[in-house]
């Protein structure tokens, strides 16, 4: 048993402490503090992704206690490559927010940015539904505070919207929960995976409604329409660097779907089927479609990602949905694709409104660093919309692929296809607007909000490119290692019998079961 | 004991839904004070209903009642308070600051509205 895996988990639960309580008026040790410690958990990340490589589980017991009875810490394929992504991904956010000076407007950002990241690695690594809720409930409480760093009204009050919208999810995950222990009488995924299968047909009233309550709760998380209504605001509203770090809060709602719908409620299963196919499709069809059309009618250019990002989890989720190997490999291909275009998407927005005041979709002088920003948004913008040469392309091709065949296939084609252009429409009339016509405009006043954006920004950003870039070099590689995964997940034995059958206290499983 | 218990869960689910429903900060807080109450005692029936029964197994028990749910319960109690004090804050901060204790978007701000 290695301890190594509760480790992404521990660090930044000690660091945020040490922050508040011994860095709390030096911006500079916690900046150091922060950094150090996102490179070690990207370095951690990449050792636990490293030693399960190989379809391993590695597999962690708090406190000895055995499967069901104690608290586990779980690490597969795709746990680990949704931990390196995350904390990848963080890194570049951190840099972002030091170089903009957003961490210093208001404080304990990097304190929350912290439990932030513990509440989101604890969600991947854990093997239990209760404890996921403990971890939704860590990053969300971190969410609350790093969505109104700043403040200002218009902030505070989608805020409001935010807390509000996430505690009734929260309120419907326990109602899930409740009943899948009444049905059950247990919340470890391993072993609630065996004791489904064993439900009579006739009793399975409480136990389908466990699993529709529990799908509403993660397509809240994944901003699936109808479900999407609190994103839009926040994520426009919320401070640049905390909206880019958001990107991965919606991945942690499709990573849920997975886990849990291949796992405890798989397809084949008679208890929940038609809720894949019937239900789950058309809304991640309809959460496509109106995400590509939110990005053609917003008026301002951080809405504008909101709904691209709305779009993109609405293509993630027809990949998902399809619950066939391809279409969970098209599905992380595009997962790890859209977090790091959505978050570049987020930080770019900043460099607009650091170099021009604003965000609104209208003409206006150009902005300072404008051919550098003009450049970086076009980049990702290709991402966003999926065009060739990046990644966007790639995972788009792979999810049609994946839908070959479907009964559906017609509609989801059309839908992809379709929406595709909507958002190609979209992002050039924003980039012509913001970049373009400003040559033609006149100042009128000189506006003091305007700054050059730093050196740093433009690094953070850059990474973000270069990981964009290799994401789409090493797409061969990178789409046979989310194959292999995605069969795992489709036959999860060894999860189950590292899970289950690892000896610790308490642990005569055979004997227990009654 | 069943219907009793179970009519109080749905009574007050039903009036936290309704209040939640009504989009000001104040009634829409009370509701979802309801919903979690709601849910609490939820989650402790889902370890079954049973009176004077002790939650560890001891040689001379019999009968015993499940902990986990106690435990489950304990989490979500603490977890709703907390929250339930962070939502007042900010709903708080955001009615003083605009002076309209909305919780959907206002159309005619013209700043968030419109789209959603």
Known sequence: MTHWIVAPIILPALLAPFIVLAARYHIGIQRVFSVTGVIALIALAAGLAWSVSDGSVIYYRLGDWAAPFGIVVVGDRLSTLMVLLTSVLALFVLLYAIGSGWDNRGRHFHALFQFQLMGILGAFLTGDLFNLFVFFEVLLIASYGLMIHAGGNTRLRAGVQYVLFNLIG?????????????????LNMADLAERVKLIAPEETVGIRVAAVLLLLVFAIKAALVPLHF????????APAPVAALFAIMTKVGAYAIIRVYTMIFPPELEVTSGLHDLWLLPAALVSLAIGMI????AKKLDRLVAY?????????????????PAGIAAALYYIVHSTLAGAVLFLISDLVRTGRGSVDL?????????????????????AMAGLPPLSGFLGKLLVLDAAYGNTLMVWIWAVVLSSSLISVVGFARAGSVVFWKSHGAVAAEPDEDRLRPSVLSYAAVGGLFALLALHTVFAGQVHGYTTSMAKELFAPEVYKSTVLETPGKLSKPKEKED | MELLVASAIGVMTAAGIYLVLRLR???????????????????????????????????????????????????????????????????????????DDHIDDQPDTGETGGQS
Do not use: C, H
């Open chain 1, 230 to 237: 609190w994103l839009p605001s926040s994520y426009a509203e």
């Open chain 1, 170 to 186: 929260s309120t419907l995950f326990l109602f899930a929960l409740g009943a899948i222990y009444a049905e059950t009488g247990t």
């Open chain 1, 294 to 297: 939110g990005v053609l009618a």
């Open chain 2, 25 to 99: 900060t104040f009634p829409v807080i009370l509701g979802m004070s309801l919903l979690t109450y709601a849910v609490n005692v939820f989650l402790f029936t889902s370890g079954r209903l049973k009176i004077g029964a002790p939650p560890v197994l001891r040689d001379d028990v019999t009968v015993y009642t499940d902990p986990l749910p106690q435990a489950l319960v304990l989490t979500a109690i603490v977890i709703s308070f907390g929250m339930t004090a962070v939502v007042v804050m900010i709903g708080l901060g955001a009615f003083l600051g605009s002076d």
């Open chain 1, 308 to 324: 691209s990002i709305i779009g993109s989890m609405g293509m993630v989720m027809v990949a998902i949905s399809l619950f066939s």
């Open chain 1, 362 to 382: 209208s003409t206006e002088p150009p902005m300072l660093g404008t051919a550098l920003t003009a450049g970086m948004f076009f980049a990702g913008a290709i």
